[in-house]
């Protein structure tokens, strides 16, 4: 089968290869894949940046598909079942971590995509724990945009609460930020979206999802904005989801005192200059969130079953798996909101 395969470390040596269709066992799913989607990881591994995927590998981890086939193991899930997939491939199962299901924080976890062959390919195996079976409402299409859904919900609903009351300013109108404006929409609450000039589509298209302000920070003052919009006191909830130093240093100053900033976005390198007073005298919780776990799936899949969020606007480029380098051209060049690879 063909698969789209990091060769070996370092910038691109990515090809588009033949390897032999995955093998089913005790409780594998094989998946007919339908759409994958390109995503700052894969970025990252096509850069040589990502220092966790190992090579060979064969990338992508927001996917949908056909089941093609199950191991002797597999109990719920059947042939023909239109699915996605978790990216948790195997764990210890025997950590704390496990034990709760909190899999994305398993020290000795597998994922597709980064440790184990994933998705770009036109068959992927994946266990049958990780599966999940689409309900009728829910498209292929939309469904590839699980996972980095189910990111957004961990980090706004698991990691912290957001309520109809809060107001909330999002940093970075990407993919990531995009699907968590619609989260946090979703809720009921206010939302300011930011970004900067280059933005100006991704923030008219944040307005048409839902945003009740856009802000271009080279253009507009997010200062005086986000506190014409709080009385003064700021807004209760921001989330970082650019991963730029200077968003997230402009966005501490401008939570409510004993508000919380919530760091979604992977910044480039490991330390960074941090407003460490903004922390201190405001008394703002900074947390961290880390990919996504099972209940973050129940929550997302749930969201796109009752059309809370809208994947249709977001997904601007498909290609097929031949033309992948094209793909991830497009998203590179930032003229694209979410591409995606159909297999």
Known sequence: MKSVMKVEPGYDNMKLVEVEEPVVTDDLVKIKVAYTGICGTDLHTFTGEYRNAKTPLVLGHEFSGIVAEVGKDVKTVKVGDRVTSETTFTTCGECEYCLEKDYNLCPNRKGL????????????????????????????????????????????????????????????????????????????????????????????????????????????????????????????????????????????????????????????????????????????????TRSQKPSSWDIALRLLEENKVDTDKMVTRIVPLEDWRQGFEAVMSGGEIKVIIAS
């Open 113 to 288: 995509g980064t440790q184990a062959d994933g998705s770009m390919a036109e068959y992927v195996i994946s266990r049958e724990e990780s599966v999940r079976v689409l309900s009728d409402k829910v498209s292929l299409l939309s469904a590839a945009l699980t996972e980095p859904l189910a990111c957004c919900v961990h980090a706004a609903l698991e990691k912290t609460t957001v309520t109809k009351d809060d107001k909330v300013l999002i940093f970075g109108p990407g993919p990531i930020g995009l699907l968590l404006l619609q989260v946090v929409k979703a809720q009921g609450a206010f939302a300011i979206m930011s970004g900067i000039t280059k933005d100006k589509q991704r923030l008219e298209l944040a307005k048409s999802l839902g945003a009740d302000v856009i802000v271009d920070t080279l253009e507009e003052n997010l200062e005086e904005i986000v506190f014409q919009h709080t009385n003064g006191y700021g807004v209760d909830k921001v989330f970082e989801c650019s991963g730029a130093v200077p968003a997230l240093n402009q966005g501490l100053p401008l939570v409510r005192k004993k508000g919380t900033f919530v760091q979604v976005g992977i910044f480039a390198h490991k330390t960074n200059p941090l407003d460490q007073e903004s922390i201190i005298q405001r008394e703002i919780q900074y947390i961290g």
